[in-house]
């Protein structure tokens, strides 16, 4: 979507919520146990997947240990978790 805004064009990122690739729940919908679910890209090849679907099957929670390994090898030495897109390296002032 764009949108004119003079004299530039402005392009709009409509910002969808992910789905677990298993079972298609979306980001923050509510799960079936009393909870909003929460998607981490912890899949086959970084796929959104929800805590239930991850822990449902064993092949699925070693995949998502091994995402996770990868992600927080990748943040260097001082790596920040906690946030739903995975670990993410620290950084230093402006940067």
């Not at 079936?32 to 092949?59: H, Q, T, V």
């Not at 090898?73 to 946030?83: F, H, K, S, T, V």
Request: proline share 8%.
């Amino acid at each position: 979507m764009t949108r004119k805004i003079n004299p530039v064009t402005v392009a709009i990122a409509r910002t969808v919520p992910p789905s677990c690739y298993v079972c298609g729940i979306k980001d923050g919908a509510p799960d079936g146990y009393g909870d909003a679910a929460e998607l981490r890209p912890y899949g086959k090849n970084g796929a959104w997947i929800c805590y239930y679907c991850m822990i449902g099957n064993s092949e699925r929670e070693a995949e998502a240990h091994r995402q996770f390994d990868a992600q927080l090898g990748a943040c260097g030495p001082i790596g920040i978790l906690g946030e739903t897109t995975g670990p993410r390296p620290l950084k230093k002032g402006n940067q």
